[in-house]
């Protein structure tokens, strides 16, 4: 799976300085992917959020950092 930018918030100069703006586009491009189809987003019994891509590779997303499962 490839993700493609499909927004024009961030120009050619590179990523956004702002973290928090930085966050809201990969949030946004998960919500995206997960409209789609390709993956499942929930929350577990332990309050961690958990990616599952439908090509079966597993992430856990906290607030500064994502870890890979599986």
């Known amino acids: 799976m490839t993700l493609v930018p499909n927004s024009n918030l961030v120009d050619e100069r590179g990523a956004p300085e702002n973290p928090d ?3 809201a586009l990969v949030m946004a491009e998960l919500v995206r992917i997960v409209e789609e189809g390709a993956a499942v ?3 577990l019994e332990s309050g961690t959020i958990e990616l599952r891509l439908a090509t079966g590779e597993v992430f856990h997303l906290g607030d500064k950092v994502v870890t890979r499962i599986a």
């Open 21 to 23: 703006v930085a966050k």
């Open 41 to 43: 987003i929930a929350t």
